[in-house]
């Protein structure tokens, strides 16, 4: 069983506001990612870490920026937010080598206003 | 430019029957392909995986086929139940990079 948390579940924010959104995971996984995901659209990959103080932007270009500062948390901040920005985020997380499934949190669904 | 691609955005299939949801891709680099569900307001959860040197994998009611000369991956369902009813993504792995489909969403009437 996966134990990886994102919080909050649903956040509906005014423009312009910093946001944080929390992931964690305590299975020791070195690697975890950034998705973003809008309804019917494929997981676009926006940061990842291979390990702690290694940060990589993914895919698509976002505006927002993470940090891994310990090996179990990989927070993502939006500095200022904007409409655009609504869609819904998901963290997840796996092991550095061998091919092996990425386990997902539950995500967080953002409105921004 | 999408690698990994899922044309049929929706499927129905009875319950009892067999439910098959495709996916095609164009990197014929990838080395290992998995098949996702994904239930409303939760994330992706891991169903099936095949390693690109394998065609077919089974696990219980589900099958994972690789065809790899027309890069073509597909997931049997079969019987299909009501709790089967989700979107199914497919990936495809290359190195460390993980390259996902659009989803199909499956329902199965029961």
């Known amino acids: 069983e996966a134990d990886i948390y994102q919080t909050p579940r649903y956040l509906v924010i005014g423009t312009g506001k910093k946001i944080t959104l929390e992931c964690s995971q305590t299975m020791g996984h070195d690697k975890m990612y950034w998705y973003q995901q809008d309804p019917g659209m494929e997981l676009h990959l926006i940061h990842y870490?291979?390990?702690?103080?290694?940060?990589e932007k993914g895919d698509l270009s976002s505006e927002s920026t993470v940090s891994r500062i310990r090996t179990e948390h990989f927070p993502l901040t939006l500095e200022s937010a904007r409409p655009s920005h609504t869609s819904q985020y998901l963290c997840a997380s796996s092991y550095l080598t061998g091919l092996n499934e990425q386990f997902f949190g539950p995500g967080t669904r953002l409105t921004v206003l | 430019d999408q690698q990994v691609k899922q044309n049929s955005p929706s499927l129905s299939v009875q319950e009892g029957r067999i439910s098959i949801l495709n996916c095609d891709y164009t990197n014929s680099m990838f080395d290992y392909f998995l098949w996702y569900k994904k239930y409303p307001a939760e994330g992706p959860t891991f169903l099936i995986s095949i390693s690109s040197i394998k065609d077919k994998n089974e696990d219980g009611r589900f099958t994972v086929f690789l065809n790899k000369s027309a890069k073509h991956l597909s997931l049997h369902i079969v019987p299909s139940q009501p709790g089967d009813s989700a979107v199914y993504f497919c990936a495809a792995i290359r190195g460390n990079q993980f390259y996902f489909g659009t989803g199909t969403s499956l329902t199965v009437i029961p």
């Open positions: 870490s291979y390990g702690v103080n290694s940060t």
